[in-house]
C-alpha cells in the first residue's frame, strides 16, 4: 500500500509537471472505486487551472481554481505523469487531461483508491479529524506522550491511527519502533517521555530516510514516473521473519496486531 512516503515522492514528482497547468478534461472509465465517482466530477473540473499540489496524511491534494480534487491511493493505485496519450490498459480508471495533451493516469487493480472534489480540503470529513503531520513541528515527542496517557492499546496502533497523527503506515511503524527499541504491543500509556520522544525522532527519520530513496517498492508501488522505489533494500524488519536482526542477529518475528502484520526483534526491542 502506498504511504506516506510513497504519496509524498509522487507529490514532489507532480509539482514541475502540473503547477499552472489548466485541466482539459476527466475521463472516467470505472467509477466503482471505494467510494463511487461523482458524474458530475468531469464538469466541475474541466478547464480550472491547478495552482499547486500538496499532502495531507496519504492525500493527494489537486488545488484548482474554486476547490481542490482529492486523491488516495487506496491498497494498490498509482497516479503516473504521461507526457503524450497512451492507450488505456487493464485497471486504468481515470485520466486527468491536460490542456498540453499531457495527462494523470491512475491505475488501480483493487479500486480502494479514491477521488474527490471539494471546496474546502481540510473541513473535508476524510480530513479535517486527521492528527498532524509527523514530519510538521506540530508531531512532538511530548504531544505523543500526551495523546497516550492511560491508554492500554499497543503503541504500534495508536501511532497507525490517523486521529493522532496523518499517514503513518504499517511499514514505517515497523521500522520506526524497531530503531527506537520499543516492543510494538507494548501499552502505549506505559512509554516514558523520553522513550517517546526517540520514537517520534525515529518516525521522522525513517520517513525521510524512505523520501530519500524514493519510497518503498513491495509489490505494486511506482512513483508518478513510473519507477519503483528503493527503501526496501534498507528496512529492518518489515517482512524479514526468521531473518536475523541487522542490530543484534535475533531472528525476526511475526504476529498479527491489530489485525496488521507485525515484525520485530524480541531482544532489541522491549
Known amino acids: 500500500m502506498p504511504e506516506l512516503p510513497e504519496v509524498e515522492t509522487i507529490r514532489r514528482g507532480l509539482v514541475p509537471l502540473v503547477t499552472e497547468s489548466t485541466i482539459s478534461g476527466l475521463t472516467v472509465r ?3 472505486l471505494r467510494w463511487p465517482i461523482a458524474p458530475k466530477l468531469a464538469g466541475q473540473v474541466k478547464g480550472r487551472r491547478i495552482s499547486s499540489i500538496r499532502r495531507r496524511g496519504k492525500y493527494l491534494l489537486l488545488e484548482i481554481d474554486g476547490g481542490c480534487l482529492m486523491i488516495h ?52 470529513p476524510l480530513l479535517r479529524d486527521l492528527g498532524p503531520e509527523p514530519l510538521g513541528d506540530e508531531f512532538t515527542g ?20 490517523a486521529g493522532i ?14 530503531r527506537a527499541g ?19 525522532d525515529e518516525i521522522r527519520a525513517v520517513l525521510e530516510d524512505a523520501l530519500r ?38 531472528t525476526i518475528v511475526r504476529r498479527v496486531l ?12 522491549r
Open 73 to 124: 491511493l487506496g491498497m494498490s493505485g498509482s497516479l503516473r505523469y504521461l507526457s503524450r496519450p497512451e492507450s488505456p490498459v487493464l485497471h486504468d480508471h481515470y485520466d486527468i487531461g491536460l490542456e498540453d495533451g499531457s495527462m494523470l493516469r491512475y491505475n488501480d487493480p483493487r479500486r480502494f483508491g479514491s477521488l474527490h472534489f471539494t471546496r474546502a480540503p481540510d473541513e473535508h
Open 30 to 32: 470505472e467509477r466503482r
Open 258 to 269: 491489530g489485525q496488521r502484520a507485525t515484525y520485530y526483534c524480541p531482544t532489541c526491542q
Open 182 to 200: 520499543i516492543h510494538p504491543s507494548r501499552a502505549a500509556g506505559r512509554i516514558s517521555l523520553e522513550r517517546m520522544s526517540r520514537l517520534r
Open 213 to 250: 530513496s524514493g519510497g518503498t517498492t513491495l509489490r505494486d508501488f511506482v512513483g508518478s514516473d513510473g519507477r519503483p522505489g528503493y527503501f526496501r533494500q534498507s528496512l529492518s524488519v518489515y517482512e524479514r521473519e526468521n531473518e536475523p536482526c541487522r542490530r543484534c542477529a535475533t
Open 142 to 161: 511530548e504531544y505523543l506522550w500526551r495523546r497516550c496517557r492511560g491508554r492500554k492499546s499497543a503503541i504500534k496502533q495508536l501511532i497507525m491511527s
Open 165 to 178: 497523527v496523518a499517514g503513518i503506515g504499517n511499514i514505517y511503524a515497523n521500522e520506526a519502533l524497531h
